[in-house]
């Protein structure tokens, strides 16, 4: 017996978070599948909301789902590792051997297959069929193993005619019942419609892979591009430092020359002002002990006729007094140094953080933005309405996912981060890095939009209103059409009504974009800037609801 094969695609193997083949697979409640160190990963960025959902369906899970490992899918992957099997090619597809159905002992392989006999035969049977049926002009066609599917199920009349309304191949019979006033053409005519269809999709797709090759094209040049300029900044970071360092030390060179030759002219002239002083004090001794001496004379004559002579103080004759001050040299040499110190820490501090912000913001590769909403929703994130930021006319429910406006205040506590006068409120995640949200709405006007987490929050101004500031902007919603507001500038933005509005944040590539939700997503206004700070989801609401999907 033959032995089975299976045709296997290696992308069923494949987790949905990493791409690649299953490592330490685990299977979720929902039944979908991941790496164990994946679905972990992404489900502790949802430790702080406390509900936990699958990356594909979207379904929730309260409490943290507790995780053990697929060991028939474990072993399934290993398998597919060893074997190296690879995926499924349209060749492996519809390359069949079909065995003929008249042999008898050793089936041979059949050539051709007859849709009136609905069988298959070999050379040398099908000489003989026909010969027997040539007359009955028996429909031939390349072998198959699938005759049952070229006949009519209902009337067993072999399918050669094509059914435009009902998109299906019928027999003759098919014609005059169910599918009678059906616009139908012969299956060969069908043949070519689709085959010109195939022919413009495959034209889009060779379009398409001549666009996604020319953008691998340049973002392997801006890779190049990249690390090349990066290779140089890091030779010129390393040039100007050496430069700077090579610049200190001739700068302390010279003033360790100069503070020495400063001391060696001091002590030049403090030792020939101690030399003076030693004979000034031996000349003062030799005196002293002459007047000892004299002192101690008896003849009063000789004593007085000897002091007329004697200077009257011990300053006569000798030099100005000398006054030192050791404790206090070069301290203002210190003190100048010390300034100079935090002068110099000042301002490689203040450009240390300038040099940052400036890596920070040229360092940035092209990135690919999602062009479906499967790709979109690989950046999804779970937010949360701020009831502390949520003005009084704004009622949160389901969680604090959904926002109402109603002329019922609620008696929410006095909060410094509270709306006071304008119906808005914040969600509690600020968002850095790619994040992706949906928002449902229904009613009058919805504003939706990101704000920094400094906006006022007193008053009615501008500088508390969405759009209406340098901090803020928003996508307001109504029933008939679509406005963008940033700084107090409105700009039109055209497309029809939407009740599902999707964002998306690429905040190091400095984007913000909105789309119309449907079964695609269609780009209604994209905003280029340059985010410091992390960015809040925020709303607009007047008489109206919205929900975070």
Not at 51 to 59: A, I, L, N
Not at 97 to 104: K, M
Not at 395 to 421: A, I
Not at 515 to 540: G, I, K
Request: with cysteine; glycine share 4%.
């Amino acid at each position: 017996m033959a032995e089975a094969r299976v045709a296997v695609d290696v992308n069923e193997f494949n987790c949905a978070i990493c791409l690649d083949l299953l490592k330490d697979p685990v299977a979720i409640p929902c039944g979908h599948s991941y790496c164990m160190s994946c679905i972990k990963s992404c489900w502790d960025q949802e430790d702080h909301a406390g509900v936990y959902s699958c990356p594909q369906c979207r379904q929730t899970f309260t409490p943290r789902p507790v995780l053990g490992r697929n060991t028939i899918l474990a072993e399934m992957v290993e398998k597919l590792k060893k074997t190296g099997l690879q995926a499924t090619t349209p060749a492996d597809q519809y390359a069949e051997e079909v065995e003929c159905d008249i042999c008898s002992g050793t089936k041979h392989k059949a050539v051709k297959s007859c849709l009136v006999c609905l069988a298959s035969y070999c050379e040398t049977d099908l000489q003989l069929h026909n010969k027997l049926h040539h007359a009955k002009q028996h429909k031939l066609i390349d072998a198959t193993s699938h005759l049952k599917d070229k006949v009519c199920s209902h009337h067993d009349k072999p399918l050669e005619i094509y059914c435009r309304t009902d998109q299906q191949c019928i027999c003759y019979l098919c014609m005059t019942d169910e599918h009678r006033g059906h616009d139908t053409i012969s299956a060969a005519v069908g043949r070519t419609e689709k085959q010109n269809q195939m022919g413009e999709t495959q034209r889009e797709f060779q379009q398409t892979i001549q666009m996604r090759e020319k953008e691998l094209q340049e973002l392997r040049e801006a890779v190049g591009s990249f690390t090349s300029s990066a290779q140089s900044a890091v030779e010129d970071s390393e040039r100007i430092f050496t430069e700077m360092i090579r610049s200190i030390k001739r700068r302390r060179s010279e003033v360790t020359k100069l503070i020495r030759d400063q001391e060696k002219a001091a002590v030049s002239q403090a030792e020939g002002d101690m030399e003076r002083l030693k004979q000034e004090i031996d000349e003062l001794k030799r005196r002293h002990s002459e007047l000892e001496q004299l002192s101690h004379t008896e003849d009063h004559i000789h004593f007085l006729q000897m002091c007329q002579g004697l200077p009257v103080t011990p300053d006569a004759g000798f030099g100005p007094r000398i006054s030192a001050s050791p404790h206090y040299y070069f301290e203002n040499v210190k003190k100048v140094f010390s300034e100079l110190k935090d002068e110099l820490e000042n301002v490689c501090e203040n450009k240390t953080a300038e040099i940052h912000e400036t890596v920070a913001k040229d360092a940035v590769l092209p990135v690919s933005v999602p062009r479906t909403r499967a790709e979109f929703l690989h950046y999804s994130c779970r937010l949360t309405l701020d009831p502390n930021t949520a003005n009084r006319y704004l009622h949160l429910s389901e969680g604090n996912r959904v926002v109402t406006w109603k002329r019922e205040t609620e008696s929410y506590p006095d909060h410094q981060e509270r709306f006071d006068s304008l119906p808005q409120v914040l969600c509690t995640e600020g968002l850095t890095g790619r994040c992706y949200w949906e928002v449902e709405w229904s009613g009058n006007e919805v504003g939706i939009g990101v704000t920094y987490k400094g906006i006022s929050r007193k008053g009615g101004g501008y500088d508390s209103r969405l759009g209406f500031n340098s901090m803020s902007c928003r996508l307001d919603c109504t029933t008939s059409n679509f406005s963008f507001r940033h700084n107090e500038k409105k700009s039109a933005v055209s497309g029809p009504p939407s009740p599902r509005i999707g964002v998306y944040l690429d905040h190091r590539a400095g984007t913000l974009s909105f789309y119309r939700v449907s079964d695609t997503v269609t780009l209604l206004h994209r905003v280029q800037a340059t985010f410091t700070e992390p960015l809040y989801p925020a709303f607009q609401i007047y008489k109206s609801t919205a929900k975070l999907c």
